[in-house]
């Protein structure tokens, strides 16, 4: 299931895996990882522009890189990573012209709507999928400062609705930002 909502695969294997890694079940974890790959190495041109529907709390492209960082070689997730997300910017990191611009954040219009207040948690799994995916790449990979800089600024946006002003994203944002602030499945 390729969508931003609760049963999006990718996500859901994301986390599979993180449990069977921390639990060293190697069983789970080759299950996890042959799925992903069966379902997801041959994908190409994932369409960011498609992002965001209007109750996204997951990017479908996001999410899917997000795994396969965890499955795949360096070497392999570098290459997949070009033919799936070609439209990430490219820029030294000593640069510091990186942008937003590929994947601006989101905004939701009405944080007290229930579906609208999803955008605020998409821009928090979309700064800890951002750092996972660059913590991912090789130190001299010229995508590393565009993921970083787009992580940063998700990262700003989700934290600051985090404020339980509305039962629609207090009830559940702080979970979001805990996985983005202790960096969980972020291999150290």
Known sequence: ???GEHDQT??????ILDYARSTKNDSLARLVTDSARKFFLSDRGCPLNYEPSGED????CLAEAD??????????????LKDFLPQIPTTPRDN???????????????????????????????????????SALPPDDLRWNALSTAAEEHRRAG????????????????S?????????GVQK
């Open 1 to 3: 299931m390729r969508v």
């Open 10 to 15: 990718a996500f859901g294997l994301g986390l």
């Open 57 to 60: 709390f997951f990017s479908p």
């Open 67 to 80: 795994v396969m960082r965890r499955v795949l070689s360096q070497e392999e997730f570098v290459k997949w």
């Open 96 to 134: 510091e012209a990186a942008t937003t611009n590929w994947l601006p954040v989101t905004v939701s219009p009405d944080p007290s709507d229930p579906k609208l207040a999803h955008l605020d948690g998409l821009n928090l799994s979309r700064a800890w999928m951002l750092e996972g995916i660059a």
């Open 159 to 174: 934290l600051a609705a985090v404020t339980g002003a509305h039962y629609e994203g207090g009830h559940w944002l702080g």
């Open 176 to 184: 979001f930002a805990v996985y983005l602030t202790t960096r969980r």
